[in-house]
Structures are given as C-alpha cells and as structure tokens.
C-alpha cells in the first residue's frame, strides 16, 4: 500500500484499500507527476468528511468538502473537485460504487486571467546568478544542469514537469537538426526545434560532463545515480535563484515568457499551440491578448510624450 496512504489514513481505514487501488491505476496508467500528486493528496483530504465505506458515499460530503475550500483559489477548488471526481469515476467503473455523487455536484468555473509572462531581463538576472552560458570548468555540476533545466523551460516553453521528466533519448542533437520530443498532458508529445546556438552548446557541455548513457536527462544527485530532479525540488530551487538575483518570478511564467515572445514576433497562433502543447488554440489566445495588452501600454507611452512635446 502506498505509505503517504497508510501514513495519513491507517490500514483500517474504510477507503484506505480503495484509495490506494484507485493511485496503483493512475500510477500504471502512466499519469503525470502532478496528476499523481495531486490526485493522491486531495481525495485524501476529502476522507475528513467521509470516513465510511466508499459505497456509501454521497452528495452531502462532497458538498462540505469543497465549502471548507471557500478561501482557495477557484482554480484550486475545481482541481480538487476533479480530483474526488476522478475517484468516483474510478469506483462506479470497478462497481464499487453504484452511482457517481458528483452528477449531482455544480462545475466550478475558473475565471480567464491573463498569464503573466516574466520580463526577458529578470530572466536573464536569474539565469545569470546559476552560471554565465560560459561557465567555470570547476562549476559544480548541479548548478550547470540547473541553468540547463531553466533554460530549457524557457526556450522551449515547456511545462517545469515536462522539462525534468526528459530522459537522454528525447533529445537529438544532430547538428542543424537539434530538437527535443516532449511529453505533455495525456500522453500526448511534441517535436520542440532546438534553434538557439548559445542553449545548444551548453546542453552539450552538461551532458558531456554528466557523462549520462541513459535514463534523466537532469537527475536529482550530482553523481547521476538518482531518478530525475522533482518538480518540487526543481521548483525550490529555482525559488532560490530568484531570491539571489532581487527578481521574483514564478516558475511557470518562464513558459508564458516564450509564447509572449513568439506571439509578438508574429508566429501563427496555431504554431504556438503546438509548441506549447495546448490542446485547444482557446488556451494560446490568451497571449494573443497580453499581446494587445503591450500594444496599448505602447500606444499610451506614445501619447504621453506627444503630450509632454
């Protein structure tokens, strides 16, 4: 039995076995790390308000369950909802639950904010702050795959968890035809070009002193003997590099970076939402609007020095 399960839960649990049946799946079914992390902890959190058989569940816990969440984020309530949703799901499909509670349960709309990409200078400070693009031969080599990882979300805007999940074989670094495959959401992929020179010969240089044959690309212990590096510890780390450098940026929002920059460069929609992955062009369009956004801080920069002439 998965030990966050018994830990939180105790083998006797009523819904212990079946948590920990319904996490084996998702494990096999080659989920996402967030997926699993996120769809072991929240049904977990949902045992608070039902501590009877799985069979036995209803509208009413779930009810109590998501108005204990009133001071999260809407985007965060409708994560966990679909979190408990996916396990009632699960529990009719194996008949161990004769209806599914959430038929009856309202959809939490999350509403449409723009993203925030990060400025290409404070990138620039952080990335700055982990190496130089010519690093020191004695450069401890965690700090190197650290630029690498960083830089490779960046140029490639990629997902942080899609980027620490890249094993050797993903990348093909044949020299005018460097491309990375990524694999995204739902077990789809994508080709991603490599076309930035300087992000290429320093790929090339952490993986020459990596040493690596096989498996992670970035791995989780200097000797390279560890899985890859999490995304918690990706993203702690990268925490700390902003912090060192006075900048505060997200993780995420080096993703949002790049597609801000391919949408101002004037790259078809529809070619961004293939490089970022994004199942439905509705998603992209939403930098198509921060575009505008910078358009009309432009247009209003302009009117203020006519006004000032």
């Known amino acids: 039995m998965d030990t966050v399960i018994v830990e939180r839960l105790g083998r ?3 819904l212990a076995v079946h948590l920990d ?6 494990k096999n079914a080659n989920a996402s790390p967030q997926t699993l992390r996120a769809y072991r902890g929240d049904p977990l959190q949902f045992t608070a308000h039902h501590d009877g058989q799985v069979s036995e569940i209803t509208a009413a816990p779930i009810r109590a369950f998501l108005s204990d969440l009133g001071a999260l984020s809407a985007a965060t309530r409708k994560r966990k909802r679909a979190a408990v949703s996916s396990f009632c799901r699960w529990a009719v499909r194996h008949d161990r639950l004769d209806a599914n509670p959430m038929d009856k349960i309202d959809t939490i709309r999350v509403p449409k904010t723009l993203p925030r990409p990060a400025a290409a200078a404070d990138v620039a400070k ?9 690093p020191r031969k004695d450069l401890p080599l965690d700090r190197l795959r650290d630029r690498v990882l960083f830089e490779t979300i960046y140029v490639c805007g990629s997902r942080a968890g899609e980027a620490c999940g890249l094993d050797l074989e993903d990348f093909d670094l044949r020299q005018d035809d460097e491309h990375v495959r990524i694999h995204g959401k739902g077990g789809t992929a994508r080709t991603v070009p ?11 240089l952490y993986l020459g002193r990596a040493g690596y044959q096989y ?3 970035f791995r989780a212990s200097i000797n390279g003997g560890g899985g890859p590096l999490s995304y918690d510890a990706a993203h702690h780390r990268w925490d700390g590099y902003c912090r060192q450098a006075g900048v505060e ?8 970076a790049h597609a801000t920059e391919l949408i101002n460069a ?8 293939r490089r970022l992955g994004h199942a439905s062009t509705e998603t992209t369009q939403l930098y198509t609007l921060l575009a ?17 002439r």
């Open 249 to 256: 940026i997200d993780i995420h929002q080096l993703r949002h």
């Open 126 to 134: 952080v990335f700055n702050s982990i190496c130089s693009r010519r």
């Open 215 to 217: 498996g992670p690309a």
């Open 194 to 204: 490599l076309d930035d020179r300087g992000y290429v010969a320093l790929l090339k």
């Open 21 to 26: 049946d319904f996490f084996t799946d998702l």
């Open 12 to 14: 006797d649990h009523p």
């Open 292 to 308: 505008d956004d910078v358009a009309d801080n432009e247009i209003r920069a302009a009117r203020r020095r006519r006004d000032r």
């Open 266 to 273: 004037g790259v078809p929609i529809e070619v961004v939402r």
